[in-house]
């Protein structure tokens, strides 16, 4: 379907200039996504769009998908993508920052991709104060695997593979990853946020605006951790998969920046990859 975009100078039928208050920004291609309705990784995908825009990032980017349910994200950016085996986004970034000192690097990971089978990869890529922003969708689940228990998913919570709810003497406890990161000195930034409603999606547009400005001035590891969610996988309608994330997710992993370290992270100087050469460095 072809929306029409209002054209700010053709006025209003009220006489009132029209003002322009969407559109879709040029880094994302103009085609539908595959996700299930509902899903969060289209609201994400926009963040990260506008915040490439905002900071002049498309031409410089090389962008690392995972494998999930964002394993096609390459084919909604009009940026430089590599895919990574699953979880090992982290390791590809690193050797795309050795070889490309000059790139912006990024990686966009789901839970289970970044906290289950990349957990290695995403601790010592942080632990090297790796020069690279991470992307992490929390949505609690493997939502393309068919909803199986992520180490993210709640106690209680049921799952395909935990069908009697999540039960922490058996299957632990979910894991604050992003907690874990924000202690190693080479991570410049570690926050959390969520798209549950319009003013935190502000927020998070804000942390991942910062994440990707602490590379552009040279600074470590940054993580966000956007928690989202997944109505198919979660067994619940779009509306109470949103309800669902203000309640208990949120209150199992709380909002906000966990770090600011900015430059003064351990910096990437052993890798002998000098500071990117935008214009805002
Ligand atoms: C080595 C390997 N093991 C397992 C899989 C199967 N697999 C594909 S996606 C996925 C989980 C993805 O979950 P998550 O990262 O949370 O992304 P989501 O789909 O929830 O966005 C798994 C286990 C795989 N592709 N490769
Ligand atoms: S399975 Fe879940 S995470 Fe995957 S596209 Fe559907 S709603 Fe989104
Ligand atoms: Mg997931």
Redesign the pocket.
Known sequence: MTLHTPDPAAGHASGAPARLVYHRPDVLVDRST????????GIIHRLLAEVMTELDLPAHTIAVAPV???VFAYDYFKVDFVEAPHGRAPAVATGIRRVRPEAFVLTYQ?DGDLAAIGTAEIVHAAARGERITAIF?N?G?Y??TG?QMAPTTLLGQRTTSSPSGRDAALMGYPIRITEMLAQLPGVSYAARGTIADVASIGKLKAMIKRACQVQIEGGGFALVEAL???????GMTPEQ?IEHLKGPVVEAFPVGVIVDRGKSAMPAADTGCPAPAHPEA
């Open positions: 595959h996700y299930c309705p509902g899903c969060g990784h999930g349910c964002a789901g969708v949505n689940i939502g393309m909803g989202s969610n997944c109505p198919v996988g979660w998969s």
